[in-house]
């Protein structure tokens, strides 16, 4: 059916930050089940493991729809439904997950809430395609015209730039996604590790990556760089900061509106937003607590982010205290006392990324965050269009 509109650039219409105020209620909520497992791509700088204990997978989706009760419950917002972590296409269990009754019934209970999973239909081929889509498309399963957004991580850069063939081959899927299937249809490409990417991604391979996105496969590039799946501290430290200087080498006032950069836009999935991801464990699924540094971030580590065990409405008490506790402790880490997005960044919990790196300063590239969180920001647009209208 359709393509959505490029409805996340800058996260605009998706951010309950970015509301009008008649709508300020918002709270928008992301749940993340890691239960595909298997997967044949090498993407650039993948730190998932593809092999996760697929055994568990009933207790998750049960845990998941555990939490969607309690968005419906508390009248939140299920915004996304994350189905990861490895590619939709060729992870091996994908159709006993689709497949799955309480899936199904989480994604009629949440009318608004969309699909979200990895997806490398690049190189997927036609049959395999059709081949879930039979499953989405049934409509005693999903609803008609559920929103489904793939991101695809980027491969080869010089394939995605310069292979015609190779983009023939994105474009017939993406032909197959506007005439083939009534869903709503939402794709990125994103940008998955962080030294890996700062290496092989100078400045001009960046911006000729986002003129390719939009101009010729018509979408955007999405920043995820993954490293909080780094298996120790010392290779997710080195990844953050590999980052963050990756980002302020490539953004600049010219760009910078061009890639969605919702772990930039610091007031976009901060105070009305929390992400929950649920993983296989030792001795059953575990549920935690995401933390913004980018979109999808968790700790396993960190303890006073463990919500195992918890209800909804326990989890939102915990988020609420560790925001306050990242408030407090904003005055006694001296890069962040005074800085202007401590609020937003104590809610986006990263204070406890702080401790769970173990580093008592800024984990942000703050020059980057400039370009996306303007000072004098106190209207969005859809209010300044209302007080437009209004005078
Ligand atoms: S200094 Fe960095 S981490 Fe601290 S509040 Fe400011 S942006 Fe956030």
């Known amino acids: 059916m359709s393509m959505q509109k490029s409805y996340c650039r800058q996260m605009k219409y998706s951010g309950p930050d970015m509301l009008p105020p008649s709508n300020a209620y918002k709270y928008d909520i992301l749940i993340q089940m890691e239960v595909l497992s298997g997967c044949e791509q090498a993407c650039l700088g993948c730190f998932v493991d593809k092999n996760i204990d697929a055994s568990m997978n009933q207790q998750i989706i049960d845990r998941a729809k555990e939490l969607a009760d309690g968005v419906k419950r508390t009248g939140m917002n299920l915004r996304e439904f994350v189905i990861g972590p490895t590619d939709i296409f060729s992870a091996s269990n994908t159709e006993r997950v689709l497949n799955n009754p309480v899936v199904h019934d989480i994604m009629r209970e949440h009318e608004h809430a969309r699909i979200a999973a990895p997806a490398k239909f690049d190189v997927a081929t036609m049959e395999r395609v059709q081949e879930i889509f039979d499953i989405l498309d049934d409509e005693d399963k999903f609803r008609r015209e559920m929103i489904i957004e793939f991101i695809m991580p980027i491969g080869k850069i010089d394939q995605m730039l310069n292979d015609i063939v190779y983009h023939q081959e994105v474009m017939r899927k993406v032909k197959f996604f506007k005439e083939n299937t009534p869903k709503q249809m939402d794709w990125s490409w ?94 059953g699924p575990t549920t935690h607590l995401n933390v913004n540094l980018y979109e999808q971030a968790f700790f396993l580590e960190n303890k006073n982010l463990d919500v195992t065990g918890l209800t909804f409405e326990e989890i939102l008490d915990r988020k609420d205290e560790l925001a306050t506790k ?33 580093i008592n300063g800024c984990v942000l590239n703050k020059d980057v965050l400039d370009h996306y969180n303007p000072y004098d920001f106190t209207w969005n647009d859809d209010a300044l269009k209302k007080l437009g209208e209004a005078s």
């Open 190 to 283: 994103t940008l998955q590790a962080s030294n890996v990417v700062g290496k092989k991604i100078d400045k001009e391979t960046y911006n000729k990556i986002l003129k390719r996105s939009v101009r010729d496969y018509e979408t955007i590039v999405e920043m995820n760089p993954a490293f909080s799946r780094a298996r120790n501290q010392l290779i997710q430290r080195s990844n953050l900061m590999g980052w963050n200087n990756w980002l302020g080498n490539v953004i600049d006032e010219d760009n910078h509106n061009e890639a969605v950069m919702s772990m930039a836009n610091l007031y976009c999935n901060s105070i009305n937003f929390m992400g929950i991801t649920i993983v296989p464990g030792k001795d």
């Open 326 to 358: 990242g408030i407090n402790k904003s005055t006694q880490v001296k890069d962040c006392n005074g800085c202007e997005y401590a609020v937003a960044c104590a809610n986006r919990l990263i204070f406890e990324a702080q401790d769970t790196l173990n």
